[in-house]
């Protein structure tokens, strides 16, 4: 029989913190929905403690040091079935603790957050008919999640849904949900979907000839771009990848201009009559609560920069530097849980105006309203995040694997843009904010992408399907 309350596990992983991000925002929206039994499982962590720690670190090490390694990794497995060899061993990981669980407790739904597919076989091992239910946390589409045993898969993007139907999954199975995200992430109040187009006064359409005037004042000359890659025998994985970057960036970015050419060419510099605040004022108006070390000026443009989960982001102070060139800018530096690069830059721009460091904060919702666009790396939580709060989005050296990949999408998309060095990057910004148009139709695609309640729908879908008394009925005792 079904237990009396609702039993939920939520299977997650370790790497990095998107899995663990995208699970507890599922759990509260379960809680508040009376569904209190929801078990989080980092099952390689508590299966395997040691090989965890270990696999972390390669992990980590690799994405960090030899990016190329890790996208050539990841690209080869994309299009692993589930019934290959590696396939099986991968998922054999953590077998004797989820079966000692799914004995003890028998969930009413297993949740993957990670694709470690251990449940399948699993299931058919013990003979508990539990449904199996994905959720998937990029918006690039691996293999590994696309087991044939899984009962639902909720995905970030129709065109995700489309490529599991292609591959044979049954698309009747397939929601396209968004990514779970946690609460709070969303538009400014009484903000409408279609946005105001913003005019632009002359000093803010002259901020490319700034940059320039900035770097002939002694701003360090840039790279010219990504090193060029050995074409020679016996070039490593990482060089290889880098001579594929030039070109996926380039087909991102024709992509981009190809939707920006589509739109109306009324749009092209139009100005509307009840024209909308920079984010600054705009959030002020809507009165959004105040972030402690922020105090922005509301005539001012906004950067907000992310400088990842644990404060990385190479060519950081390059960036500030050209983006503080600009005398129409302010920037609110997040550097996530890493106090030594928060410190150094707080020394540095000690003596700098509307520039606000920060360490580790939960305000970052209230900050991205605040703000007119995001730099950031592109993991695809905070890309969730962003699009909730309709931000143009700016992916600064992208790594290989699913970073990469869910930055190329966003730019055929129309609202990422990709950046190579911290020179375009800037140059980036500056054409967006000196083009009205452009950043309108950048905030119209983040608010047709974005799903602030996917984690809300998510946790109704799993209830009127497995959790609530009608669906119980239903399924086999």
Aim: net charge neutral; hydrophobic share 45%.
């Amino acid at each position: 029989m079904q237990p009396q309350e609702p039993n939920v596990l939520i299977l997650y992983a370790s790497y990095g913190d998107g899995h663990y991000q995208a699970t507890k925002a599922l759990e509260r929206s379960l809680n508040l929905r009376g569904i209190s039994r929801v078990k989080m499982l980092d099952l390689m962590a508590e299966s395997h403690p040691k090989l965890n720690d270990l696999t972390r670190f390669v992990y980590m090490q690799s994405y960090r040091t030899i990016p190329g390694l890790y996208g050539l990794v990841y690209n080869m497995t994309k299009d692993m079935k589930a019934d290959k060899p590696f396939a099986n061993i991968l998922h054999a990981f953590g077998t004797r603790r989820l079966e000692e669980y799914l004995k003890h407790e028998q969930p009413d739904v297993v949740i993957h957050t990670f694709p470690q597919m251990v449940m399948p076989k699993l299931r058919r091992k013990i003979g508990l008919d539990i449904p199996i239910v994905n959720v998937l946390t990029d918006f690039d589409l691996h293999g590994r999640w696309l087991h044939p045993d899984v009962d639902r898969f909720y995905v970030a993007t129709e065109e995700m849904r489309r490529e599991a139907a292609t591959i044979g999954i049954d698309p009747d199975r397939i929601a396209v949900s968004g990514i779970p995200i946690k609460e709070g992430f969303g538009p400014a109040d009484g903000e409408h979907a279609v946005t105001a187009l913003v005019p632009l006064g002359g000093a803010q359409r002259q901020s490319g000839a700034a940059l320039t005037a900035a770097a002939a004042a002694g701003v360090q000359a840039p790279p010219a771009g990504l090193p060029a890659a050995s074409s020679a025998a016996g070039a490593s994985p990482a060089a290889s990848s880098a001579a594929a970057e030039p070109q996926a960036f380039a087909a991102a970015d024709a992509c981009a201009a190809e939707a920006a050419a589509a739109d109306s060419p009324q749009l092209a510099g139009a100005a509307s009559p009840a024209a909308a605040p920079l984010a600054a004022a705009r959030a002020l108006r809507a009165g959004e609560p105040p972030v402690p070390g922020v105090a922005l000026d509301p005539a001012r443009r906004t950067v907000l920069l992310m400088a990842g989960a644990y404060g990385v982001m190479l060519g950081l102070r390059r960036v500030c530097d050209l983006l503080l060139a600009q005398d129409d800018i302010q920037i609110v530096v997040v550097c996530g849980r890493n106090e030594e690069m928060r410190a150094g830059l707080r020394q540095q721009y000690a003596n700098t105006a509307h520039i606000h460091i920060l360490g580790f904060t939960d305000r970052v919702a209230s900050l991205m309203r605040m703000s007119d666009c995001v730099v950031t790396k592109p993991g695809g939580i905070t890309l969730a995040e962003s699009l909730a709060c309709r931000l143009p989005i700016f992916l600064f050296r992208p790594v290989p694997g699913q970073e990469r990949n869910n930055a190329v999408y966003l730019a055929q998309r129309g609202v990422a843009f990709i950046s190579r060095s911290a020179d375009e990057l800037a140059l980036q910004i500056a054409d967006l904010f000196g083009d009205p148009a452009k950043l309108r139709r950048a905030r119209d695609r983040a608010a047709e992408l974005g799903h602030p309640n996917a984690s809300d729908e998510i946790a109704d879908d799993l209830i009127a399907r497995y959790l609530s008394p009608a669906a119980a009925q239903e399924l086999p005792v």
